[in-house]
């Protein structure tokens, strides 16, 4: 298991969000590519809620 700060996991979870949008935005990938997309998505809603339990004024990054 890794650990990290809220602040570090606010990167992460922004950095990860612009691969999900862009990899969305394309559409024309392969069956592995929209499964790891949607992996993406599911990893970027459980990092939201852990950090929304954490920092309940922070504002959750889009998902969708």
């Known amino acids: 298991m890794i650990q990290l700060s809220n602040t570090d996991a606010e990167r992460v979870c922004r950095h990860l ?4 949008q862009s990899r969305k935005a394309k ?3 392969g069956l592995r590519e929209i499964n790891e997309t949607r992996m993406l ?3 970027l809603e459980k990092i939201n809620k852990k950090l929304n339990k954490e920092c309940p004024n922070r504002q959750e990054i889009n998902v969708k």
Do not use: A, P, V, Y
């Open 41 to 43: 998505g599911l990893l």
């Open 17 to 20: 969000s612009e691969i999900f």
């Open 27 to 29: 559409r024309d990938g």
